[in-house]
């Protein structure tokens, strides 16, 4: 048995009113040298939803829903919350739970797969607040292991898949699933450098990385039973055009595919735990707009949020750590998987940045 003394629910962090917004965006590209000009061209995605991310919202109700199942369990351990954007701010939170006497903390990143933003940078701010707090040695700060093809994510998007499959033939009847449906599953591009990088090197997934290799075996899972044609799409990329970063994009692979005879298209954002700006924005508004532009149907599949199956399946995820559960005895959908307790060394560098100081996993 392993002991901690709290779940720390890290979360990214998003803006909630208009004064918010830049700041915000601030936070998220420091370092990075961003003009203000581009700044602004994103801050309209979140004013045009008066200044408000719902991700804090979310992880609100999502804290919510941990605690309620942690408690159905007869698992006593509270459930802490902090952003690496914005407030509640990681080190204000850790801060917090060494007043109270939480000193072993158990993270849940809200972010699947395996990649420098979706995990390793989550571990070097970890890393930072416990620095910046005078905490280091002091407070313990392990992670769950990246939860891409557990079952508790992985069963909500099956079933929206399935469920948006059937709107469609409901909407257009005669249609063709096999010829005239297509499913695209959608997440974050990344920097092709760094996507390379996902994952330890010494499991040889490809020029693209665990990243897209973790998409492609979910996504596959996902379809499997199914025969509408499939494909792992990218968005809300942010790099300059110099720098290659992971494609096709949404919208590009939507524009080719009336010329297949495809007339209705499945949306899964499965890069994805909550319906947060990047969701709202990039697919509901951006790319349901390309669809109809082309003269498709579209249907959008939710992300796991809140389910219960979702929040059930972390809540094992602890269980896992706080029972020391061996990794032949833990549930992988894929091949891939279980994925690792303590991150692989060089495991997921940024390419540009370089390694600094990180905790849950090996050196560097």
Known sequence: MTSYDAILLAGFGGPE?????????????????????RLEEVAVHYRHFGGISPINQQNRVLRAALQA????????????????????????TIAEAHAAGQDRLLAIATSAYSSYSGCRQYREDFAQALDTTGLTGTVQIDKIRQFFDHPGFVTPFITGVRQGLADIEAQIPGIDLATEVEVLFSTHSIPSTDAAKSGPAERGFGPDGAYAAQHLAVADVIMQG???PW?????SRSGP????????????????????????????????????MEVMWDLDNEATETAKEHGLFSVRVPTPGADPVYVSGLIDLVEERLNDVPPADRPALTNLGPWYDVCRPGCCENVRLGFKPAVAGMAP
């Open 17 to 37: 009113g208009q004064d918010d917004v830049i700041p915000f965006l601030r936070n998220v590209t420091r370092g990075r040298g961003i003009p203000e000009e």
């Open 69 to 92: 199942e942690l408690d159905r369990r007869g698992i006593d351990l509270p459930v802490i919350w902090g952003n690496r954007n914005w407030a509640p701010y990681l080190p204000d």
């Open 226 to 228: 199914l025969t509408s």
């Open 231 to 235: 494909q792992l799409v990218y968005q």
């Open 241 to 276: 055009p110099s720098m290659p970063w992971l494609e096709p994009d949404i919208n590009d692979a939507i524009a080719l595919l009336p010329a297949r005879g495809i007339r209705a298209v499945v949306i899964v954002p499965l890069g994805f735990v909550s319906d947060h």
